[in-house]
């Protein structure tokens, strides 16, 4: 879903919807990082992120669904990016990911919990595969407007990505403004 309903930045009557441009240039990317988009879908994050990343960073794109990770990597040959490598990965398992622990500077967790049960094992599974110091963007649909996007009884609140983090041995860092539907938390290992 985190590359389905987003290519507007600006929506009728002044609503903003999700930018990733934007959004990347507040986590202080930087060249040579080592970023995993988790969820990644077709690649709304991926392809920003392997921009700023440059060819001495590299950009981990994870799904469980095989088209969307063929689609990301046929986009990346046309765009002649080198630094992205498409995974299968079921990031609801321990170890899902089959990254190495604190390996990555950045993990990004895009409109990707609700869609999941085990919310846990993934907050988890970013954790042990961040470096210290290392930071995870959650960004998830507003619990409390289900006028757009996805069922309200799906989503996952601030508080309990808060508990989850905490939980899982992060730190909340801050809060970002995302969009009118959504909202953002970085967190710190």
């Known amino acids: ?12 009557f002044g609503l903003k919807f999700i930018d990733p441009r934007a959004i990347i240039d507040t986590l202080e990317v930087a060249a040579g990082m080592q970023v995993g988009d988790f969820g990644c879908g077709t690649g709304y994050f991926t392809f920003p992120l392997a921009e700023k990343v440059g060819q001495s960073g590299k950009i981990y794109a994870l799904d469980i669904l095989k088209e969307k990770l063929e689609a990301i990597e046929s986009e990346a040959k046309v765009l002649g990016l080198s630094n992205i490598i498409a995974k299968r990965a079921n990031l609801e398992l321990v170890g899902g990911s089959k990254l190495d622990g604190d390996s990555l500077d950045l993990v990004c967790l895009v409109n990707m919990l609700f869609q999941n049960k085990n919310k846990n094992l993934i907050i988890e599974e970013a954790a042990r595969v961040l470096k210290k110091g290392g930071k995870i963007l959650v960004v998830e649909w507003n619990a409390n407007d289900s006028s757009f996007g996805s069922e309200s009884e799906l989503r996952i609140s601030k508080e309990e990505i808060f508990v989850l983090a905490q939980k899982s041995g992060l730190s909340v860092s801050r809060e ?7 909202f953002g938390v970085i967190l710190e290992k």
């Open 1 to 12: 879903m985190n590359g389905a309903a987003g290519n507007f930045g600006d929506l009728p």
């Open 176 to 182: 970002i403004k995302i969009s009118d539907f959504h």
